[in-house]
């Protein structure tokens, strides 16, 4: 059995991580069996790599590896590109098509992204999984399959699997073995080293010196965060390494190729949500309903105090606030004065009275007319009241009611008056 650092150095991995170190003897201990594998970490963390050192120590060594990125391939071809197809089964299959499952046979398949699969090839390659069988897409015929498996992804499968995106059954099929890969950010002491090869690669490539960071610079290299990991710490030596004349990289230099270099702090989540926090449309009906019946209730006691007191100034005082609030004025002085609540609430100094009411709420019960719900007879209202405002002057009426006097003239026509 290869030791782990003749393993990095076969297959160019860089760090000494003990995280690391410990996914890679993971790798070299499943290797020789034919269980399941799945790799998991964020993206850009080198994931492909753990597939290759599996197929590199197995007995398999010697028959096809394929990889596969499940995300790249279109929902309605991924089970044509995985297990193949018969001539007709749709439209443009021109002759018959061996998948990539009847093409690895003896060897070893590598399904990046597995997380994105669709359900239904989630259930095609679950039989696989069980019993090495498949049918392709428009075949009756069982075929059989002799793979080994290895998938990798960097979503979080138990979410996905509350989600309902990504079968249970089949998530314990594939991670018989899990094996995970830490990010950049938790490998403080790799990512130095791992800038200076990038660095030295890139040199030989382009034919150029190499560029070197100065203290402040390598001090910004282990703060930042590095969402994007190895990949994206590899694509920035390459920028400075193409760009910058001076091949001694400052502090400046270096953070203009680091994006939001001032948003890396943690931040605490909280796993409850606030009182603020609405978890459905429904909660939030209720709160605007409870919000209306609130300033119903404010409006009535309102309007109660001003017909069992009287439009006196000290009951506009009192209900300052109140008033502020129904009304939504950014100063109650707008109000000039007690007559002014009255014609804003319309109510009719007659029925003011001054003596105790027994039943506080009487007036809600004395409803002499109900109000009329025909908009023809609301628009002959509207017209009346407009033409006696305007001593029967057309012209002012049609004005005030947001039409032409010819229209006026034409209902007025229709209403004979």
């Given at each position: 059995m290869e030791s782990?650092?003749?393993i990095k150095q076969r297959f160019g991995i860089i760090g000494d991580d003990p995280k690391l170190n410990r996914s890679i003897e993971k790798a070299i201990q499943v290797a020789p069996t034919d269980i399941s594998v799945l790799v998991t970490g964020e993206s850009g963390v080198g994931k492909e790599s753990i597939p290759r050192i599996i197929h590199a120590l197995s007995h398999r060594k010697h028959n096809k590896y394929i990889a596969v990125n499940c995300g790249a391939i279109p929902e309605g071809t991924i089970d044509s590109e995985l297990f193949g197809h018969e001539k007709g089964a749709f439209t443009g299959a021109t002759s018959t098509r061996s998948g990539y499952f009847e093409e690895a046979d003896g060897g070893t398949i590598f399904l990046d992204e597995v997380g994105e699969l669709p359900l239904p090839t989630q259930v095609r390659l679950l039989r696989?999984?069980?019993?090495?069988?498949?049918?392709?897409v428009g075949s009756s015929k069982t075929q059989k399959t002799d793979v080994r498996i290895v998938a990798a992804t960097n979503v979080k499968m138990f979410e996905a699997i509350n989600q309902e995106k990504f079968?249970?059954?089949?998530?314990?099929?594939?991670?018989?073995?899990?094996?995970?890969?830490?990010p950049l950010r938790d490998r403080k002491d790799d990512i130095h080293?791992?800038?200076?090869?990038?660095?030295?690669?890139?040199?030989?490539?382009?034919?150029?010196?190499?560029?070197?960071?100065?203290?402040?610079?390598?001090?910004?290299?282990?703060?930042y965060r590095w969402s994007g990991n190895i990949r994206q710490l590899r694509n920035v030596a390459e920028q400075i390494s193409v760009l910058e004349q001076n091949r001694s990289i400052t502090l400046e230099k270096l953070r203009a190729y680091l994006p939001d270099t001032g948003a890396n702090l943690p931040?605490?989540?909280?796993?409850?949500?606030?009182?603020?926090d609405f978890s459905s449309e429904r909660e939030i009906l209720y709160k605007v309903l409870f919000d209306m019946k609130s300033d119903l209730n404010d409006l009535k006691k309102l309007t109660l105090e001003l017909m069992e007191n009287g439009n006196n100034a000290s009951v506009r005082e009192e209900n300052k606030s109140l008033i502020k609030k129904i009304y939504q004025e950014e100063d109650t002085d707008a109000f000039e004065s007690a007559e002014d609540i009255t014609e804003v609430l319309q109510i009719p100094q007659e029925s003011v009275v001054s003596a105790p009411v027994s039943d506080k709420y009487h007036f809600a019960?004395?409803?002499?007319?109900?109000?009329?719900?025909?908009?023809?007879?609301?628009?002959?209202?509207?017209?009346?009241?407009?033409?006696?405002?305007?001593n029967g002057k057309r012209k002012a009426a049609a004005k005030e009611l947001g039409i032409s006097e010819r229209t006026l003239y034409r209902k007025i026509k229709q209403y004979d008056l």
């Amino acid at each position: 059995m290869e030791s782990v650092h003749a393993i990095k150095q076969r297959f160019g991995i860089i760090g000494d991580d003990p995280k690391l170190n410990r996914s890679i003897e993971k790798a070299i201990q499943v290797a020789p069996t034919d269980i399941s594998v799945l790799v998991t970490g964020e993206s850009g963390v080198g994931k492909e790599s753990i597939p290759r050192i599996i197929h590199a120590l197995s007995h398999r060594k010697h028959n096809k590896y394929i990889a596969v990125n499940c995300g790249a391939i279109p929902e309605g071809t991924i089970d044509s590109e995985l297990f193949g197809h018969e001539k007709g089964a749709f439209t443009g299959a021109t002759s018959t098509r061996s998948g990539y499952f009847e093409e690895a046979d003896g060897g070893t398949i590598f399904l990046d992204e597995v997380g994105e699969l669709p359900l239904p090839t989630q259930v095609r390659l679950l039989r696989v999984l069980e019993n090495g069988e498949f049918l392709k897409v428009g075949s009756s015929k069982t075929q059989k399959t002799d793979v080994r498996i290895v998938a990798a992804t960097n979503v979080k499968m138990f979410e996905a699997i509350n989600q309902e995106k990504f079968r249970e059954d089949l998530y314990y099929r594939l991670s018989t073995v899990e094996i995970n890969l830490p990010p950049l950010r938790d490998r403080k002491d790799d990512i130095h080293l791992l800038f200076r090869k990038f660095a030295s690669d890139f040199a030989s490539k382009y034919k150029m010196p190499t560029i070197r960071l100065e203290d402040d610079a390598v001090q910004l290299l282990l703060k930042y965060r590095w969402s994007g990991n190895i990949r994206q710490l590899r694509n920035v030596a390459e920028q400075i390494s193409v760009l910058e004349q001076n091949r001694s990289i400052t502090l400046e230099k270096l953070r203009a190729y680091l994006p939001d270099t001032g948003a890396n702090l943690p931040a605490v989540v909280g796993s409850k949500k606030g009182e603020s926090d609405f978890s459905s449309e429904r909660e939030i009906l209720y709160k605007v309903l409870f919000d209306m019946k609130s300033d119903l209730n404010d409006l009535k006691k309102l309007t109660l105090e001003l017909m069992e007191n009287g439009n006196n100034a000290s009951v506009r005082e009192e209900n300052k606030s109140l008033i502020k609030k129904i009304y939504q004025e950014e100063d109650t002085d707008a109000f000039e004065s007690a007559e002014d609540i009255t014609e804003v609430l319309q109510i009719p100094q007659e029925s003011v009275v001054s003596a105790p009411v027994s039943d506080k709420y009487h007036f809600a019960e004395d409803v002499e007319e109900e109000e009329t719900l025909s908009l023809q007879e609301k628009e002959l209202e509207l017209i009346e009241k407009s033409l006696e405002r305007h001593n029967g002057k057309r012209k002012a009426a049609a004005k005030e009611l947001g039409i032409s006097e010819r229209t006026l003239y034409r209902k007025i026509k229709q209403y004979d008056l």
